[in-house]
């Protein structure tokens, strides 16, 4: 399969745009997860081609797309006061045009136009595509809608505009979709059924950053281990694929070696992996080679199995402690983080003691936790009362970050002394006269400049350390990953 795949990428290009002759001016805001970002680097790949250049100015923008996240009700709120701002900018601006796109827009449909009045376009993540069709909906004063969820879209190939770049890292999506159906969540209603990119095209765009300078990738999906490559399709249908299709298959473990071997000198990261389809391949894949970092984001959402079973988590605890077990194992040193939900419907005070000694078995390096929140059309919203007062969410939520910030503190104190390959990601938020970048594990590392230059690999000497930073010191340029 290598060599097909070798062969065939030399033969196939991801679609190029001319931009010589645009004079429009695209703003783009995004919220939510790393897909969001880089669907949205897409979506203005696919706007160039009408005319469109993309600004950081809202005020000279001809055209504003919000990118929006609907796993919250927070996330949510966000985006239409953020609409209530762009409206005051529409009433000076009367041809500025405003449309929404992502998640939210999938979710809401139509209620934006009828609700956002400020709201032109409504565009679902499988539907980017399409507008083109759509701007010119709007530029003749009609209100466009597109939708429809695709069983097929990958965007694979669309080369995406880089947007925000600080020229070092980049992502590149692999899948869309999932096919998990966890009641808390609204991902499968909005982003449709898990399918995978040809694996010649995820190669030819890592090629082509490599050539544009950019040192790190990360492998983005809603749950990349289920990427599965056998000629296209859902990955649902993968029985009834063809013995050859079955025999040429590519996995997510092959996917990984084979965006490592195609180049050495490039850091490869993931993200979001799931405990009941991540395979120990995948961890003996990224021990194997050095160019993929040390890190899995691993979310659980609770440590108690009456909890998991509620949420259509398909692990139990003993498996997930078992998987974390057998990952550091084979990977001693690995980075991991998680997803917590605090004040699931019927969540007892057990439950949550359940989290709290999980979280103390696996010593994450740093996480994301939230409270729980109702989203409409889920199961669990549909199903399940949402039954813990406000006041006990918060009490748990902020119980599980106190031990957070505990553990994070011990796994960087474990840095202290040693000398750990830092990938320079650009000055540090607090001070010039410094440069930030993360270890192979995700820990963000701070060191004053000197010599050094953004997108340079540095062995730094870690001296001191807070709970979410390292602070070292430039001892000499890494060896090459190579």
């Known amino acids: 399969m290598e060599k097909v795949i070798d062969e065939s990428i030399q033969g196939s290009s991801l679609k190029t745009k001319s931009r010589n002759k645009n004079v429009r001016k695209l703003y783009i805001e995004s919220y939510g997860c790393q897909m969001n970002f880089s669907d949205s680097e897409i979506v203005a790949s696919i ?122 890292t980049a992502f590149v999506s692999i899948t869309r979709g999932c096919d998990n159906m966890c009641t808390f969540c609204v991902v499968p209603f909005t982003r449709g059924r898990e399918r995978s ?28 281990d289920s990427y599965l490559w056998y000629g296209g399709g859902l990955k649902k249908d993968f029985d009834k694929a063809s013995e050859i299709q079955k025999a040429t298959s590519v996995d997510f473990a092959g996917l990984l070696s084979l965006v490592a071997e195609a180049q050495p000198g490039m850091r490869i990261r993931f993200s979001t ?8 391949d995948v961890v003996k894949t990224m021990a194997k080679y050095k160019n993929i970092c040390n890190y899995i984001h691993l979310p659980v959402q609770s440590g108690s199995d009456r909890v998991l079973k509620a949420m259509n988590r398909l692990h139990t605890r003993d498996e997930y402690m078992k998987l974390i077990t057998d990952i550091r194992n084979i990977l001693p040193d690995c980075g991991i983080s998680q997803d917590m939900i605090a004040g699931f419907p019927g969540e007892t005070e057990e439950d949550h003691r359940d989290t709290l000694s999980l979280m103390e078995f696996v010593k994450y390096d740093f996480g994301f936790m939230f409270a729980y929140s109702e989203r409409p ?6 199903k399940l009362e949402d039954d813990i007062p406000e006041a006990v969410k918060k009490r748990r939520l902020q119980e599980i970050i106190k031990m957070q910030q505990k553990h994070s503190l011990y796994r960087t104190k474990q840095h202290i002394g040693k000398i750990e390959e830092v990938l320079i990601e650009g000055p540090s938020k607090k001070s010039d006269a410094h440069w930030m970048g993360r270890t192979s594990g995700n820990t963000v590392v701070v060191f004053p400049k000197e010599q050094y230059e953004l997108g340079q690999f540095v062995n730094v000497k870690i001296n001191d350390c807070t709970s979410a930073t390292l602070l070292g010191e430039a001892v000499g340029m890494a060896e090459n990953t190579a």
Request: with cysteine; proline share 4%; hydrophobic share 35%.
């Open 377 to 382: 059309g889920t199961m669990a919203a549909r």
């Open 47 to 168: 706007l160039a081609d009408e005319g469109f250049n993309t600004t950081s100015d809202l005020e000279e923008a001809d055209l504003v797309l919000v990118n929006t996240c609907s796993i919250r009700e927070k996330a949510e709120t966000t985006v239409r006061k953020r609409l209530e701002k762009i409206n005051a900018v529409k009433k000076s601006r009367p041809h500025l045009k405003v449309g929404v796109l992502g998640c939210m827009a999938e979710r809401l449909k139509s209620q934006f136009l009828e609700e956002e009045k400020i709201v032109d376009m409504v565009v679902g993540p499988d539907a980017y595509k399409d507008l083109p069709n759509l701007v010119r909906e709007i530029d003749e004063g009609r209100n466009a809608v597109n939708v429809i969820l695709s069983k097929e879209e990958t965007y694979g190939d669309v080369a995406p505009v880089r947007l925000n770049t600080n020229g070092v």
């Open 273 to 280: 992996s799931n405990p009941q389809d991540i395979t120990l």
């Open 197 to 224: 990119r040809d694996p010649r095209s995820v190669i030819k765009e890592v090629n082509e950053l490599w050539n544009k300078g950019y040192k790190e990738v990360t492998l983005l999906g809603q749950n990349v």
